[in-house]
């Protein structure tokens, strides 16, 4: 409930983007353009696009919301990422998809809940882009209940040795470092995280084939069988390995929201580029009623999304400047949840509108909005599927007296 004070602070929003983030927004558009080509027939071709590492790595952008102190990280706020992604967005889900698994959820995690030696040691190479990371958590019986992973871990000979699967892991078969989660052998608590290196013994991946969607961007299955990492490479405090997890959900949570607010972007651009220029019964689509309907929904959809994004962005921010606030915590997380979710349920209607607005034509990997169409529908799925983030969204307003899984 707003006070009376809160209102001249209300009075004080301001819309405007910074000298730097224009800078910055500048670079990242000059970077997609050069990415947009090469992503087109890597598409088309149902293959990884191995070109979007090297080029945002030239930009400077692989570690944009890292600190300085690391590599090429250039210490930007989240509200700055968020609109990164967004403008990210809109040369598809499989390129952003790529930013999710090696900044949001792998780079930043480290920066959160790695020490200082292993920040040097991943953070530097990670954001020059001379390694790719990687977030392994799910696994082909644990998705949506990650505290039901079977993934174990034993202490052997001053090392840990992890032994299980991870599946549909982004950026998972090329990888050079992962966070993983496993339990103590034996155990069902005190879940740990650790950084993993590729060349470890024992680590082995695969690239999985067939997917729906997301033709250009990598995922993999991730085999641990006696995989051996050293003891100083679990990340963060011992035990607190679900709280990680959770951590890094929101920050996950939150690039898929702003990308999905990207494609609405594009779907919206490519609707009407295309009402524009088709005729039927004598005239342009776009002067057709029901074609209107489309975009104006498509245009509302895109602005609701954008500042639910960009408000959960705020909070995010705020919750990294004040970690140990629980109450902080709570409002970031129900607020992603709502950006994600709504976002990612816009961008995959936009899509859809847009290829009918196009027609026969939408129904085409040629053309944007039909991959958009294939891509989103995964936004539904991971870092929160729309059921789960439904009921997270219930509980932050009914309490935790009503939580489903207790």
């Not at 191995?50 to 952008?61: G, M, P, S, T, Y």
């Not at 390995?241 to 939150?254: E, F, K, N, P, V």
Request: net charge neutral; with cysteine.
């Amino acid at each position: 409930m707003l006070k009376q004070d809160d209102f001249s602070s209300l009075s004080k929003f301001n819309f405007d983007l910074s000298d730097e983030q224009s800078l910055i927004l500048e670079n990242v558009d000059r970077a997609c353009k050069v990415v947009r080509p090469v992503e087109d027939r890597r598409y088309l071709e149902h293959k990884y696009n191995e070109q979007v590492r090297k080029i945002f790595a030239d930009a400077h952008l692989l570690g944009l919301p890292i600190s300085r102190k690391y590599g090429d990280g250039q210490g930007a706020d989240m509200l700055t990422y968020a609109l990164t992604l967004e403008r990210i967005g809109r040369e598809g889900t499989g390129v952003r998809t790529f930013f999710s698994g090696h900044v949001s959820l792998g780079q930043l995690t480290v920066q959160r809940w790695g020490n200082e030696d292993q920040k040097s040691r991943y953070l530097v190479p990670a954001s020059k882009g001379e390694s790719v990371f990687a977030f392994a958590l799910t696994e082909p019986g644990a998705g949506s209940d990650p505290a039901s992973l079977q993934t174990s871990f034993e202490e052997k000979g001053g090392n840990f040795t992890l032994n299980g699967q991870k599946m549909w892991i982004s950026n998972g078969s090329v990888a050079d470092a992962l966070v993983i989660f496993a339990y103590p052998s034996g155990k069902r608590d005190g879940m740990c995280a650790f950084i993993v290196d590729r060349g470890s013994e024992g680590f082995s991946a695969k690239a999985i084939e067939n997917k729906m969607g997301l033709y250009s961007s990598d995922t993999g299955t991730i085999y641990l069988d006696n995989c051996i990492v050293p003891k100083e490479n679990l990340l963060g405090p011992r035990g607190r390995g679900l709280s990680i997890a959770y951590s890094a959900l929101m920050s996950g949570r939150l690039s898929v929201a702003a990308g999905c607010v990207g494609v609405i972007h594009d779907c919206l651009d490519e609707a009407v580029r295309y009402a524009g220029i088709r005729f039927q019964h004598g005239k342009l689509i776009g002067k057709h009623q029901l074609v209107q309907r489309h975009i104006g929904i498509m245009a509302t959809n895109l602005e609701a999304s954008r500042w639910l994004t960009l408000r959960a962005a705020y909070l995010r921010q705020k919750y990294e400047e004040q970690p140990t606030n629980p109450k902080l915590r709570e409002v970031a997380d129900s607020e992603i949840a709502k950006a994600k979710y709504f976002a990612s349920n816009a961008a995959f209607e936009a899509a859809n509108s847009a290829v009918q607005v196009m027609g026969a034509n939408g129904f085409s990997l040629e053309n944007r909005p039909g991959r958009h169409l294939i891509d989103t529908r995964v936004c539904r799925i991971y870092e929160g599927t729309d059921e789960i983030l439904e009921q997270k969204i219930a509980l932050s307003v009914l309490g935790k007296d009503f939580e489903a899984f207790s």
